[in-house]
């Protein structure tokens, strides 16, 4: 029993190990895939239904896809320490949420991520930043909690394309 229970706190050491060591690399290939991803999803809504909500509380297709846009440049910026080139809210109260502008406004957004990730060398993801005046953390952290973010939004925006009739988009875990 003894043995087992070393065993086990080996293994679970070193699973914590190998979720803390993720690379520069390895986060611009998830980032590239979730950009894939979320364009996937952008694509299969269609074009006369970007303002579609669920409820009236609720945001519309376009504002959650341009939130998620917003928060990307944010948590993105406060990681990184790249400038962020927009101001906060900026994409989702942009008065044009056409497809085609939503689209375009969200892939850019992942790219200002990809490449503000490619800024940073690996000895940097342990800096600790203060992500928007309230938490202390790494940039390692910051980074994780933006993926989580759009990760998230995304996934709420399952039910905006099931509510159109669309099908969503197949999983991209690898």
């Not at 086990?8 to 979720?19: D, G, H, I, K, Q």
């Not at 239904?49 to 519309?60: H, I, Q, Y």
């Not at 998620?68 to 044009?96: C, H, R, W």
């Not at 957004?109 to 930043?129: H, P, R, W």
Request: glycine share 4%; hydrophobic share 40%; net charge negative.
């Amino acid at each position: 029993m003894k043995n087992l229970f070393a065993t086990l706190a080996f293994f679970l050491a070193f699973v914590s190990l190998s979720f803390a060591q993720n690379s520069i690399e390895e986060m611009v290939k998830d980032w590239e895939r979730a950009k894939a991803y979320t364009q996937e999803y952008l694509e299969a809504m269609p074009a006369d239904r970007f303002d579609l909500k669920p409820t009236s509380e609720m945001r519309s297709f376009a504002q959650q896809m341009l939130h998620l846009t917003d928060a990307n440049y944010g948590f993105s910026s406060a990681g990184t320490g790249v400038e962020n080139p927009i101001k906060m809210g900026e994409s989702e109260q942009s008065a044009d949420q056409s497809k085609e502008n939503v689209a375009r406004l969200v892939l850019a957004g992942y790219d200002f991520v990809i490449s503000s990730l490619k800024t940073l060398s690996e000895n940097q993801l342990d800096e600790q930043v203060n992500l928007f005046g309230q938490f202390e953390m790494s940039r390692a952290k910051a980074l994780q909690k933006c993926f989580e973010h759009q990760t998230h939004h995304r996934g709420q925006a399952t039910v905006y394309l099931r509510l159109a009739g669309v099908t969503p988009p197949q999983e991209k875990l690898f």
